[in-house]
């Protein structure tokens, strides 16, 4: 990977209309998405309109978190993308990005009849989330230097906030948003 992408237009519109929901994690959000999507193009290099369907996908796929701090947020943001995507008259895309948000969690690989992008994003928020202990064979080197680029601030910490809330509430499922 040549250089590490730190801003996106497509990403900064759909975030930046969400900022007043999430106030202090916007920039901790923000970031990941973009770990997300540098670690996504590390394992495929799309095309235009892929790029763009992962970017919203990224955008999207924890947004639904916001207002409030909610722990089972995918139906949440896949609505948020949804709306969006209808709006912006990507309706085409709806299913693929729906998937890409819904099993983005899926602790085992996507089956094969999914669409390719479905588990790019899946390896590549799992990268981010697991902050490189699971790199699905990324080099190290690679994941640390956008690590060190793309600081956290406080990202990890704040979904450790919200797990032991939920932890506490449901202690039988705790972690709604994590699929088989």
Request: hydrophobic fraction near 40%.
């Amino acid at each position: 990977m040549n250089s590490i992408v730190t801003e996106i237009e497509l990403v900064e519109e759909i975030i930046g209309s969400h900022k007043e929901h999430m106030g202090d994690q916007f920039l901790p959000y923000k970031n990941h998405v973009y770990r997300v999507l540098n670690f996504c193009f590390m394992f495929h290099e799309p095309t235009a309109e892929e790029a763009d369907k992962l970017a919203i996908a990224a955008a999207f796929h924890d947004l639904g978190m916001w207002p409030g701090d909610q722990i089972d947020y995918l139906d949440p943001s896949i609505e948020l993308a949804r709306k969006y995507l209808l709006r912006t008259k990507r309706e085409h895309w709806v299913e693929e990005v729906s998937m890409m948000i819904e099993f983005h969690h899926r602790f085992r690989r996507c089956p094969n009849d999914f669409p390719k992008l479905v588990e790019v994003m899946r390896r590549g928020d799992w990268v981010d989330a697991t902050k490189g202990f699971r790199r699905f064979g990324l080099d190290k080197a690679e994941v640390r230097r956008v690590q060190d680029t793309i600081e956290n601030l406080g990202f990890h910490d704040n979904l450790m906030r919200i797990t032991k809330k939920e932890f506490w509430k449901r202690p039988f499922n705790p972690l709604p948003m994590m699929k088989w």
